[in-house]
């Protein structure tokens, strides 16, 4: 069983401040405001997942980029032919993820989820694989039947903006009380010299049913479909661009690389100045209808050519760059930042910009928070680094508490849960320095945990 | 009260050993070699601040911008019409620097300056506004008196390069014994593309009764007022700089900026060229007349146009940038890097050249000495990443020990015992892990506290 | 005498935890695959060290950089007229390295290594030097007796890609079991514009008996030389580029720009091209033969001119700068990165891209292995740092263990010992939190000290 007061500070003062920090918070609902988790689990009433491989390993590509980097080929680790010889394989390899946030999400979820108690390794495989299998038919383990079990209160998945939201919509009718909302996610529509581009414009133009014809149409095909996802409760849009450039561009110009890309000979100077134009206009959208604007640029995606070719995206060859926000993001803030209806909330993967452009940002302008340490950084020491960087700056409230991020749902409440020890033992650390009271830590880590993310995201 | 053993690790050797060392460096007299307190309260041998808002709050950016950010507009925040009414405004967002340094500073100022024992908060606001008002009217509370409480050796201003000193001169005709020294402050003259500058340098020329009609009357006009300003017993020089390049420019394209300049119609690209030829050229002024040069480069100030625009600068809208230290500063160090009377300190808001290009510099070149953590890393955190990277690349004896950077006077002993406790916690750690003996952390303890600075700023 | 549980956390359950790892992994074989060791002073089965100051000083350049920032010159620093007096100058400035790595390893040196107890400083200074004087000329203080002393079981030489290893096939000659292997260090052949170049490839014609006319002769004289250096032993192919940048050149552009190099007509960018397609050539030639390609950029050597010019390289002016790997590394990842002969280790200085590019790229990439850290972060808080940025992300197994990187043979056991120290704290610190076990902690351990570098360098 885990120990009630795994990872906080043995030193007595400390684990005791912590642990009366922790009982305040550990039962507040969950509030998901960024994953991956597929709607349609919840659409069908008696989703079951079909196997632990596929569940807990395929889904997710922290892992499997850890287990290909150790040799396991994609072919093996992509496959459906042989689900428990892939956990058999992936068992062998789990001490590869010691003292790694998988480790420790799979360490919780294993046990405290479906009470598999001994450590996974090859001779554990087959019962492990067993006892999951088994958990996974019982009604208990339904998708629905996990997200009332895991008190979440909200879940946000993420969605192209061209989406019909046929599950979204599926759930809502089936008068299921579990509150599964859609985010819009655009940026694939901005990428104009990318050969899916076209077909994207399409899919807009369908849901949408507006005719793009130019950029007018473009956008009020945009946002049509940006009041559809608020219809059925989106709070967010979410984007991702390769550079954080952010200024406009004269109309004429912009039509006028529109049509290039319309025509399919928009080149890379066009793309970035029109992803650039379009960070100013998805932020002027916000500010107008309130879609929370999360944002985390500057990673190289499918950085492995040979990978993304045979494989598809999503491997875990994703690689961030350095990312320069405060000369970058000078026109959008000063346009947009002072704006009473409208958040930002920046991710980031640099972690050098905390102190140095993200924390004052957040500490100046209304509408910027910072987001989550998320990603490659969604760890107890990235999280400690987080806190210890940003809050000093920023303060406790220019930030935006927790997202999991995640693709599998059995993992969301070990991923909280790490967030909300990280977040009590780090206030349990200013406690017992004089620096807050315990009544302070406690406040400041419910609204960590829960209140912080309500109130940016508009929950 | 606050507690005697705030902020030391709770570890009992650790925290004995802290309170060991804090207890030999307490007391010693605050060496404050960089600051912003305005000299004229000390010229008038009678001055008394007129309310709690406009000195804990108002004149403090750090604060506006907090308060700012959660939807107190600067309006309200820089009226004059309502002290108490503002106050009230503040307690009731004083939640907001839970955790930050601000916090810990008002905490100490509020008990250890004016006696004020309970939290700040809406409910506290109007008693802690009528006690503290009655203080400050008390004899004790004038800015002489509380110069001589505060135990403080020396105190710098800063000063524009222009400035004729007159409250500098009145406080030694006065015969008052407090040290306060101006610091020449000469950044504004380099921007030779503001529209403010031709008014600046006609004041230059008047308080140094050059006439300034080429640049080698600039030169000499900024000579003589470093004279002038050693002569009031100024010890440094401050420069701020939008980018960190230096090197010498040919005698004739200096004159032709100049006299671009001069009519008017200097560009960006001449303001760029003149400001790295000027950095060289305060370096050499430097070796030549001992003024030490602290230089703190690449923030971006007055980020909000509309702001700025409105209510003018210092509102805590200057965002750092990233800064590249090796190539930009290698023609100044190869000219003056190894000038016995040059001393180089360089500040800096961008942690990631800390190790990377900051401390290998400071723990090579026998001018360069690292600047405090100051500015948005004045903070517990923030002096704990300063002196885990720089220490042990640079040493303890290539730092400089603290400045406290302040425009509120009464804020000063926070700010020293914040980097003293600090300073202590750290030492007390390597000493209980057998890294340094006791009498070496009280003896390091000391150098950061008060001899490191008295020696690199010639005090 | 060093106390036993020196640099281990004071929490009493944390030291516990600490002092049993430590024990198991303390007495492991040195396995040192990269320094700067003169292979000749083993070559010579007699040969002693002549004096303290040329070996505990004169060789470090780390010391070196921290007497001339403090206005010891380096003509007396560098001189060998009276190292006594030298010393006695030396000693006079150990404060100075308190808290550093440097002054760590010269109290272990001295104590665990020469049984030197009282501390160094002016008054210890001349009872010091005889001290170490006599033991250096006992028989158990040959360069054969220490190395077999020390317990190491692979020493890594550094060596010019043109050298004749005599020393190397000396020892093996000689019969003495010591394991003293060379490293392949081809960085000096790329700098196309540099005035040595012409000398050092007629070096290289004559050591591997390739008449150097073009491009592909001097690629075969290269691969040539390190199936000679793998003859005797090598493992590993060292490069220190100016830059990270690795493309491919069309064969006609990198023939017109080798023949403008032999006609000494090259430019500075000609070398840049140049060295991006040779960091490419020479991860082909490592996926082909098998060395380990140990890479450190970004580094400006010999910063300071006028001392390059007055007494040469390594006197500690080499200035770390920034690094960009993510952009930089993708054609030769995409083209290597994947290989299963292939072995990459990054060394970097620029510790921002830690968990921003270098521990998402080991962590992915089956060739990429993080270095240690090493330089200017060879340190207790440099090795926390990396520690704590890079094992979350990467995991344990794609990081590379140790390297001491030293020109001091004496120094190597306190460098290894103040590793193991670190990684076990570490540990000790992750046990005590409950996210791996005793058993788990001293199985990493282990990989760090001992079977990680084992493996990655292929001892």
Known sequence: MLSPDRFFDPEPTHKTAALEIYEAIKALPILSPHGHVDPAIFSNPNYHFSNPYQLLVQSDHYILRMLFSHGV?????????????????????????????????????????FGFEPPLNSHTAAQAYAFITDKLAQPAFSARSLFKQFNIEVLATTDPAYDKLSHHQAIIESGWQGRIIPTFRADSLVKITDPHWLGQLSALSAASKVDIIDYNSFIRALEKQREFFKSLGAVACDLSFPKTSAFTLPDSTVEAIFQKALASSANTANQEQFAAHMMMTFARMSSEDGLVMMMHNDVYRNYDSALFTRFGPDLGFDIPRQVEYTRNLLPLLNAFGKHPKFNLVLF??????YTRELAPLAGAYPAVKLGAPWWYQDSWQGMQRYLNAVIEIAGVY????????????????????????????????L????MISQVEAIEIATALAYNLAKQVYKL
Do not use: M
């Not at 994609?74 to 993820?97: A, K, M, V």
């Not at 967030?419 to 349990?428: D, E, G, P, S, Y």
């Open 398 to 429: 220019n930030t935006s508490g927790f997202v999991d991020d995640t693709r599998n749902l059995v993992s969301i409440p070990a991923r909280h849960d790490l967030w909300r020890r990280a977040a009590t033992n780090w206030l349990a650390g």
């Open 73 to 113: 080929p994609y072919e093996q680790l992509l496959s459906d032919t042989d689900p428990e010889g892939n956990w058999q394989t992936f068992c062998e390899h789990f001490y590869l993820f010691r003292a790694t946030p998988s480790g420790l999400w799979l360490d919780y979820t294993l046990q405290e989820v």
């Open 348 to 353: 980031c993967l640099d972690e050098s910009a």
């Open 431 to 434: 406690k017992v320095r004089g």
